[in-house]
């Protein structure tokens, strides 16, 4: 094979361009909620290189050629973007060490996992510390320096005097504050809800990640069928619950632009390994991640189902692969 | 027009398109790469004579040497110089006669029998005769060379193939970047004034030219593997088959084809036209492309021959290739000499779905690598569809030469296929054997008791006293008193 003929894309550059495309998110990230994540990312990653090549030392392999194409570094990335980030370093590497391990080299390393390894880190964090992955900081009242908030991810359990400043994530104050709409003197009218999803942070986050996604769809390094029917999905039956509800329920555009929606639509679905493969059967799997992210929002134990969708639709991908498959071949 | 799902557009990149075509001079000895000689030591054979199954002599003169080897056997021919034809060709009265004595191969790569093709469809009337013109891989430019030089010859052919084969029409398909050859061969159908000739510009992007993907772009029609062009009313010649049928009609065959020798370890890029048989080494060496013949280009990097084209031709180090016993055949169509630096490793599969957006055959190479020797999954994601046009490997990502795993597992499902005929027969064997015995033991019983019936239908003699003495007793002839007394 002539080398001249090949395109010039490799998995390096892939994964170097997913990384480039996750700055404007990030940066968003890090201005409206805490720089800290910046350090949640430098240690995920750190961590992750290590646990990788330790490894693929116990596999007898080279570290190096595993560590070359850098896609440990984009889901340490990814993981690091996911987790709020006050959680503390030691539970935060210990999700980063699941993530390597039973999300990635126990398949037998890269394009062998069924499942997303971020999300295996996510999901393993979400239900080995509840507490601290359900609590957020609230940038709106946050008084903390960068220093202060280091300090404080150090200790082995979170101190609870950081109970004042911290707060339930985004969407699920908006779930408790429609419950108890009712029973309040002043309700609160889909006007003040609406006013509080857009003064917070996430839909100036979502939308770096938004970019990010765009630019990446213009590279060609995704396609987009995942992200667009993920996008649709929520929106439809974000809309179609508002419309049908009585109580104050955060709007379909505004279901799309808080939460995870860009970061995962774009960053984590779109991860090819553990996703269907022909358009068709992509097109599927993006319409189940957002009905599961959706169900799990609304009716869940959990604020965001995002990372539970991806891996439950991470099951059904090969079955949908061989569904349309022989319905292709009939 | 409109281009069909998948494939890549690539620079043509045809190098030797500034030059004519150059003739190679007769080499000394000309070489046969074939199996079942026909022919011992020291005949004397005519062009066009059979000299093994399938391979003709490509010009009159002895055999000077025939080695066996493992797989194959190689004949060496000393040619006398006059190229005397045998009587077959130069008597051939009609044109089916003509291409039978001339013995035609398809010059488009898969090396069918011309006469078979034809005789199968002789006068069928079906709807379309396609000439494949396209020449969509780069590089390869002989096509479009005998096009450029001898556009009323190829024309003239396709006259012929029409008359056969009784087609309504005749589509001409070049891709539209060979501007001079399609002036060529516009200028050559006005010159004809043959109406059912139509020439059809196809968009340029490979693998256009490849028979499944060209009849697909032109009419629509999906062929699977075992399908012939003629299922769906179409027959598929190429354009420098066409140009073999003038000549052989005419009733001067040319036992020979254009090769295209390109790439950038070669001195002179060019086309030459040179007869079956002749040695590659003669054939470089003549056109001063001799690997490791230039002085000027100091060799670095690996350097690969390959015996077809850059992309479906067949892979070898100069070292591994032995040039002087390998030689031209109707199959090949270009010698692409490269060197590169470069080398990329392979890296895992990450299912990025590239090579699914290429493939021009709608196939899954990312489920057929994953499942490279699971029989079932193959066959359900129809590996044997695959062309093996290597538009897969140009894109991945992961630098993995899917087409090559390909390979692999096509013997993998033939060898399954074939083990799965010799279990049939052997199970008809068995079953065969085990009637047999049955009637057997039935026979045999039968001729027992057919024994035992005439044992009993004609008795000894004994036992025929015994009977008579018994008759004679009843009927009182002998008294038991007389006996005892």
């Known amino acids: ?330 | 027009m409109s281009a069909f799902r998948g494939g890549i557009a690539l620079a043509p990149n045809k190098q030797g398109l500034s030059k004519p075509i150059t003739v190679v001079p007769l080499p000394s000895e000309l070489v046969f790469n074939t199996n079942k000689p026909l022919v011992n030591i020291g005949d004397t054979v005519l062009a066009g004579q059979n000299i093994a199954a399938n391979t003709i002599a490509s010009t009159s003169g002895h055999i000077s040497d025939i080695q066996t080897h493992r797989s194959h056997s190689t004949i060496t021919l000393i040619p006398d110089g006059e190229s005397k034809y045998t009587p077959a060709i130069t008597n051939a009265e009609n044109p089916i006669a003509a291409i039978e004595a001339a013995g035609l191969t398809g010059l488009g790569g898969a090396g069918f029998s011309t006469l078979k093709k034809l005789q199968s469809q002789q006068c069928a009337e079906l709807v379309t005769l396609v000439i494949n013109a396209a020449e969509c891989e780069p590089m390869i430019a002989c096509d479009e060379a005998l096009m450029l030089e001898h556009a009323p010859q190829v024309i003239s052919g396709i006259n012929t193939l029409m008359q056969i084969t009784c087609c309504l029409q005749c589509i001409i398909a070049i891709e539209d970047t060979k501007i001079a050859a399609i002036n060529t061969i516009k200028q050559a159908l006005v010159d004809s004034a043959n109406p059912k000739l139509q020439l059809r510009v196809i968009p340029t992007r490979y693998p256009g030219g490849a028979e499944t993907v060209l009849l697909r772009q032109l009419s629509g029609a999906q062929l699977t593997k075992s399908q012939r062009p003629a299922d769906h009313d179409m027959l598929c010649f190429n354009v420098a088959t066409a140009y073999s049928v003038h000549h052989a009609v005419a009733n001067q065959p040319i036992f020979g084809r254009v090769v295209t020798i390109a790439g950038n370890a070669t001195n002179q890029p060019c086309n030459v036209s040179a007869l079956f048989g002749t040695p590659l080494t003669h054939l470089l060496q003549h056109t001063n492309n001799l690997p490791g013949s230039s002085t000027a280009n100091p060799p670095t990097g690996k350097m690969t021959i390959k015996i077809g084209g850059p992309l479906s031709g067949r892979e070898s180090n100069a070292s591994v290739i032995d040039l002087a016993n390998t030689a031209v055949d109707p199959n090949c169509n270009a010698i692409i000499i490269e060197r590169t630096n470069q080398t990329a490793d392979e890296q895992a599969c990450i299912r990025c779905g590239n090579c699914a957006d290429v493939c021009p055959e709608s196939l899954l190479p990312q489920q057929l690598f994953r499942y490279q020797s699971n029989v079932d999954k193959l066959n359900e994601y129809q590996l044997l569809n695959c062309i093996e046009c290597r538009c897969c490997d140009l894109v991945c990502p992961s630098a993995i030469q899917l087409t090559d795993y390909f390979k692999q597992s096509k013997q993998i499902l033939q060898k399954q296929s074939q083990l799965q005929v010799d279990a049939q027969l052997a199970e008809a064997r068995y079953a065969a054997r085990e009637t047999r015995l049955v009637r057997k033991a039935r026979e045999r019983e039968q001729e027992l008791l057919e024994k035992k019936r005439k044992v009993a239908i004609a008795p000894t003699p004994a036992a025929m006293d015994i009977a008579a003495a018994l008759a004679r007793a009843k009927a009182g002839l002998i008294k038991p008193s007389d006996k005892t007394s």
């Open chain 1, 1 to 330: 094979m002539s080398i001249e003929l090949r395109s010039s894309n490799s998995v390096t550059s892939v994964m170097l361009l997913v990384l480039l495309a996750l700055i404007p998110g990030t940066a968003t990230y890090a201005w409206l909620i805490s720089p800290i994540v910046i350090i949640n990312i430098v240690f995920c990653v750190l961590i992750a290189i290590a646990a990788e090549a330790v490894c693929m030392w116990l596999r007898n392999r080279s570290a190096l050629s595993a560590l070359s194409d850098g896609s440990i570094i984009l889901a340490a990335t990814l993981l690091a973007l996911a987790v709020p980030p006050q959680l503390p370093f030691w539970q935060l590497g210990l999700g980063t060490v699941a993530m390597v391990v039973l999300g990635k080299q126990l398949y037998g390393g890269l394009g062998q996992n069924l499942f997303n390894p971020a999300m295996v880190g996510f999901a393993f964090l979400m239900v080995s510390f509840p507490q601290t992955m359900t609590i957020w900081i609230d940038s709106q009242q946050q008084s903390l320096s960068m220093g202060e908030l280091i300090q404080a991810k150090w200790p082995l359990s979170v101190n609870s005097q950081w109970d004042s400043i911290t707060q339930a994530t985004p969407l699920e104050s908006i779930r408790l504050a429609s419950q108890f709409a009712a029973d309040q003197v002043a309700p609160m009218t889909q006007v003040t809800l609406n006013q509080y999803v857009i003064n917070g942070p996430w839909p100036v986050i979502n939308l770096g990640f938004l970019v990010g996604g765009l630019w990446l769809l213009y590279k060609r390094v995704i396609s987009w069928h995942i992200p667009l029917s993920v996008i649709a999905t929520l929106f439809v039956l974000h809309g179609l619950l508002s419309l049908t509800s009585a109580q104050p329920q955060i709007g379909a555009t505004l279901a799309i632009a808080s939460g995870a929606t860009m970061l995962g639509a774009f960053f984590i679905a779109t991860d090819p390994v553990t996703a269907a493969t022909s358009n068709v059967a992509r097109v599927i799997y993006g319409i189940g991640i957002g009905s599961l992210t959706f169900v799990i929002r609304e009716w869940g134990g959990y604020p965001e189902g995002f990372a539970f969708a991806v891996l439950l639709m991470n099951m059904c991908a090969p079955l949908i692969d061989l569904i349309l498959n022989r319905y292709a071949q009939r």
